[in-house]
Each structure stands twice: as structure tokens, then as C-alpha cells.
């Protein structure tokens, strides 16, 4: 995994819930079926991935972030294209 | 959309609509005000012969006015509003002064963003003294009923 994998890590566990740990997150985690982040929560996430790469997140493309491997695609996509 | 259109696309209806009038619209905030009648449901119970209006109830205003007729003012286009349902997702809210049967409040919202189908708000309570009797912040949802 890049270097952003523990940036979208940190910024993930943040918007877990209670009864999903840090230590669940793996690339293939699917953000809403597996680490149960609910769809309010998953557009926080995707602010502070705006705030902290300095990107911007289109609407079409929040659907294509379903697990952190493809949200790091996006993130990465992003940022080279800067 | 004018503010009457607002009120009457509002989702709500008599026990549980707490708006009367949208004051302002704009695409960052809004201003409505609600009058507690005095024979509201809640007060019989809340509390036994010391009727006080509940927080949850303040809350509730606050996003009917705040969140949902921002909502349907950002949204602004009808038919797409028909295809859609809203949830209260966030709410931070503290509570300073009562409010009492029969009084009159004015809440006031400042959007903070409006971003893949969430509204968050700032939101703030104030009675006709102007004294704020509610402050915090809430978050709706819009979904697409086609999503289900």
C-alpha cells in the first residue's frame, strides 16, 4: 500500500463506530458494508480526505470510494493530476 | 421558491410541525419563527403540572426551519423533491433558557456546507426578549428513493 494508506487510515477511524475497531481496516474493506461507516459519516470522511490531500471529491466520484483501496485510487488519480 | 412554497412542501403536519413563518431564504442560511400553542401535546407530560417545552421538541423546530425548509430551498425544484427522503443524521445541540406554553421562538441557521446530499447547520434559538435559548449544530441527509 502507498503512503497515503495510514493518512486514509487515520482520517478513517475517526467516523468508525463503537463497535468497529482500527484494527478491522485492511485495503479490501468495503467502507459502508464492512466498517459500517453510515452514508453521513462517509461524506465526512470525504471532506477531511478534500481537506488533508488539498483535492476536490466530485459528485459522481464519492460512489466510486466504496472500499479504501479504491478511495485511495481517487486520492491518488487526484492528487497526480494536480 | 418562496417561503409560503416552503412551508407547504414541509413533510410535517399538526401534532409535529413547529414552523409558522420562513422569515429569509438564502442559499446560506434561513430565518423562521414558531409560536408553542399552549395546548401542545407535550406539555401535558412534560412536566407533570410544570409544563415546559422539551428540548427534543427545540431541537425538532430548529431542524424543521433550519435543515429541512434549507433543504427544500436548496433542492428548490419540486418533482425532484418527490423522489427524495431526509434524516436527521447529527445533532449537537445545548440548551441555555426555557421555553414556555404560548411562547414564541425564532431560529436562525447559517449553512456550513451542503455537500453530497448532506446539510450541516449551524443553528440558534432565540425568544422574542432575543435571548438565545438553544445553540448547536444539526445534520440532514437527502436520499434518492430510487437508492433503496
Known amino acids: 500500500m502507498n503512503s497515503h494508506y495510514e493518512e486514509l487510515k487515520n482520517i478513517i477511524k475517526i467516523y468508525l463506530p463503537e463497535d468497529v475497531s482500527v484494527d478491522e481496516i485492511t485495503p479490501n474493506s468495503h467502507l459502508i458494508n464492512e466498517l459500517n461507516i453510515n452514508s453521513?459519516?462517509?461524506?465526512?470522511?470525504v471532506l477531511d480526505v478534500e481537506d488533508h490531500f488539498d483535492i476536490t471529491i466530485e459528485d459522481d466520484e464519492i460512489e466510486k470510494m466504496d472500499t479504501v483501496a479504491s478511495a485511495l485510487e481517487v486520492i491518488d488519480s487526484k492528487i497526480n493530476t494536480k | 421558491m418562496n417561503t409560503e412554497?416552503?412551508?407547504?412542501?414541509?413533510?410535517y403536519d399538526d401534532p409535529f410541525l413547529f414552523v409558522d413563518e420562513i422569515e429569509e431564504v438564502q442559499g446560506t442560511g434561513v430565518r423562521g419563527n414558531y409560536t408553542f400553542p399552549?395546548?401542545?401535546f407535550f406539555y401535558k407530560g412534560h412536566f407533570k403540572n410544570n409544563p415546559i417545552t422539551p428540548g427534543v421538541i427545540l431541537t425538532e423546530c430548529c431542524a424543521q426551519i433550519g435543515l429541512v425548509s434549507l433543504g427544500i430551498f436548496l433542492i428548490g425544484d419540486e418533482s425532484r423533491l418527490l423522489?427524495?427522503?431526509?434524516?436527521l443524521v447529527q445533532s449537537t445541540m445545548e440548551f441555555f433558557?426555557?421555553?414556555l406554553p404560548g411562547?414564541?421562538?425564532?431560529?436562525q441557521s447559517k449553512k456550513l456546507y451542503y455537500r453530497f446530499g448532506k446539510l450541516k447547520c449551524k443553528v440558534m434559538m432565540q425568544n422574542v426578549?432575543?435571548?438565545i435559548v438553544c445553540s448547536g449544530e444539526l445534520s440532514g441527509m437527502i436520499y434518492d428513493k430510487r437508492d433503496e
Open chain 1, 40 to 45: 453521513a459519516n462517509l461524506v465526512d470522511v
Open chain 2, 5 to 11: 412554497q416552503i412551508i407547504s412542501i414541509l413533510p
Open chain 2, 38 to 40: 399552549k395546548n401542545s
Open chain 2, 83 to 87: 423522489e427524495t427522503k431526509i434524516a
Open chain 2, 97 to 99: 433558557e426555557p421555553v
Open chain 2, 103 to 107: 411562547e414564541k421562538v425564532v431560529v
Open chain 2, 129 to 131: 426578549q432575543g435571548v
